[in-house]
């Protein structure tokens, strides 16, 4: 089963803050990382986290406490365009990539 | 440039075919992997390699093989034995080594249908 936790689907609206979590099993951690998926195309890498605090890019800022196994994506001024579903996945022993199942991410005017 | 190149993008097969889906990269990454998606679910693992000549077998392994004869490639079979091919399928590849191995390159997947 899953080792990730986050949730099913969130709703926000332009120009608005969101954040999206997710809580992990601790065992064989190797960092966290958050990927965007549009309908129909591929993951694309957003951020990775391998230790505690906050790491920003743009828009996007993603977030770690290991103590906690939790970590979230936070997305500013929301856009339109940043409808799309956002995994977490973490690394894992033997080179894996473990994944949540994703949170979509609705976007209202 | 350098990526990662999956092909065919759409592929249809008869019931009771096996299938070959082509993944290629040129990021001289080791760790390659495939995954399934189907609609409005995450990705799961069908099988990964770490090294050429070597690969293990992941969540969903029946009815799919792999080989990884080159470094850059890693293709997918899905056989006859695979009870509901139909998906959406995805390559990735990612550097080795401790914490650099979660930042994972994906191609544009293939979307295969049985009809």
């Known amino acids: 089963g899953q080792s990730l936790e986050q949730p099913s689907e969130v709703t926000a609206v332009e120009g608005a803050i969101v954040q999206i979590n997710c809580t992990y099993q601790t065992s064989g951690f190797y960092g966290l990382s958050w990927y965007q998926q549009h309908d129909g195309g591929a993951p694309t890498f957003l951020s990775y986290?391998?230790l505690d605090g906050l790491e920003e890019t743009g828009r996007f800022s993603s977030f770690l406490s290991r103590s906690d196994s939790y970590g979230y994506l936070l997305l500013q001024e929301l856009q339109m365009k940043d409808s799309a579903s956002y995994f977490c996945a973490k690394g894992g022993s033997n080179y894996q990539l473990i994944w949540g199942a994703g949170t979509k991410l609705i976007i209202k005017p | 440039d350098g990526g990662i190149t999956q092909s065919p993008k759409y592929l249809f097969r008869k019931e009771g075919q096996n299938v070959t889906l082509s993944c290629e990269q040129n990021?001289?990454?080791?760790?390659m992997y495939w995954y399934r998606q189907d609609p409005g679910q995450g990705l799961r693992l069908i099988y990964y390699s770490q090294i050429v000549n070597d690969f293990q077998k992941g969540d969903i392994a029946e009815g799919y093989s792999v080989s990884r004869e080159k470094k850059e490639s890693f293709p997918l079979t899905v056989t006859s034995a695979q009870k509901n091919p139909t998906a959406f399928y995805l390559c990735?590849?990612?550097?080795?080594?401790?914490?650099?191995?979660?930042?994972?390159?994906f191609g544009q997947g293939t979307r295969l249908t049985v009809v």
């Open positions: 990021l001289n990454h080791d760790a």
């Open positions: 990735a590849s990612a550097r080795t080594g401790g914490a650099l191995n979660t930042e994972a390159f």
């Open positions: 986290n391998a």
